[in-house]
């Protein structure tokens, strides 16, 4: 398979906004079902060898446990419960609205009583219509996602690689449903005060100084799928900083700096992983060196950190 197949926006911009919202209603879910964790680890998805998964949930009061799974080979959303009981529908040919109710319909025929506080899309243009009301994005090809979801596995495990060098606090490599990204994000020792008008969500997100890396499919402002990473809070002079390879750039975006590498620059190149690496370790280093970190102590050269074992370099195969 091809390591980075290609998946311009404009190809399937229409399945992507009704897969984007599918996916929120099952997060908003997750967001109702799970315990609350620093940075809001416990909100994203994570991906499976078929799709991606909330991992297992339980009920408020204690109850059922459950896990809802979109499954990208025979387009399906799985609800299970522990005890091995499961629901599930297709998911082509649904609209916003329907796949708000089947998933509802699915729970309840499981006994998982879950209310979704916000039933509405979470920053997108259409934040004031409910899920349920939502007729208009219908679209799903089903060749189309299973791309997204093969981009989003070859992708994870170049962030699972690049996240084994950083023995510092770092987030997992996760599916966010928000802005329908994968992400992995390294973090100092330094508390950020934030300033009162800013929203609980970024408050809790920035609450530690960070270093994210990622990528995302592109949107209404960056219109084309690219690897990124920005610094928050951004340090001084940070976009003076040069970054590896000469096609990768820095952007402004939302009041700071996005380094971005254009996925068709990358997926394109003879080495496209070596490319991806070396974009992101040179984003680390610019906003790792301008922020003071000690990049040395946070070292872990192919996820080992004890000298010794590092010298003596113990293949896998012997453990």
Known sequence: MELFPPIPLTEWQDTKETLHRFTQVVGKIRLAAS????????????????????????EADGGSVFTIDFDFVDHQLVVSTLDGRARSFPLAGQSVASFHKNTLDALAALGVGVSIDLPRPYDLPDADRPFAEDTEHAAYDPVLVSRYWQILSQVALLLEEFAAGFSGKASPVHHFWHTLDIAHTRFSERHIDQPPEVDPVRREAYSRELISFGFWFGDEIFAEPA??????????????????????????????????LPYEAARTESDPRTVVLAFYESAYRAGARLAGWDVARFASPGGITDPQLAESAVPPGEL
Do not use: D, Q
């Open 35 to 58: 315990p609350r964790r620093n940075h809001w680890w416990n909100v994203p998805f994570h991906l499976t060898g078929r799709g991606i998964t909330t991992r297992p949930m339980r």
């Open 227 to 260: 690897f990124y990473s920005y610094a928050a809070p951004e340090p001084a002079a940070l976009t003076e900083e040069p970054l590896t390879p000469a096609s990768a750039y820095w952007v402004a975006r939302n009041n700071t700096h996005l380094a971005v």
